[in-house]
């Protein structure tokens, strides 16, 4: 949904890259990664055979309404024995409007249930937004 988050991966990972437009995407590619940019819900997640995700910052950003139709997506077009690496931010949400949005370890094993296994890999907390509560938290999800 957003270039920044691929940009900064790039300069996070001290990466250069090249940029080529298909379809309804912005592809930035260097070496062997390939990130696309555009509108996730037309990205052909079946048609491309993806097996790894890392959602940096997605769904954080989408409100509830928005959220079911996301975890829809991966459950029905994810490939089998594919990984998917999500990173949501949790606080109490009347603490802020969002986004970002807190989204709950509950909230998202309700939605996966029966198509991946959740591994929580990191829980720190932080405080950011000014909310002492604010935690970042890291999960691995496995079909």
Same mark, same amino acid.
């Given at each position: ?14 990466m ?46 989408l ?7 996301y975890?829809?997506? =991966?459950? +029905? &077009? /994810?490939?089998k024995? *594919?990984?998917?690496?999500l ?7 009347? #603490? ?19 198509? =991946?296994? +959740? &591994? /929580?890999?990191?829980? *720190? ?8 509560e604010?935690?970042? #938290?890291?999960?691995l999800?496995?079909?």
């Amino acid at each position: 949904l957003s270039e920044i988050a691929i940009l900064d991966f790039f300069k996070e990972n001290k990466m250069t890259y090249s940029v080529a437009e298909e379809g309804f995407f912005k592809i930035f590619k260097s070496k062997n990664i390939s990130l696309y940019c555009g509108n996730f819900f037309q990205f052909p997640l079946n048609e491309l055979k993806i097996d790894t995700v890392y959602d940096r910052a997605s769904l954080v950003a989408l409100p509830m309404s928005m959220r079911e139709k996301y975890y829809q997506k =991966f459950n +029905t &077009e /994810l490939q089998k024995k *594919s990984s998917w690496l999500l990173r949501v931010f949790e606080y109490p949400q009347e #603490k802020m409007d969002g986004p970002p949005f807190s989204v709950s370890e509950t909230e998202i094993k309700s939605f996966v249930k029966n198509h =991946f296994t +959740t &591994e /929580l890999l990191e829980d *720190s907390k932080t405080n950011s937004f000014g909310i002492d509560e604010f935690r970042l #938290k890291n999960y691995l999800l496995k079909n």
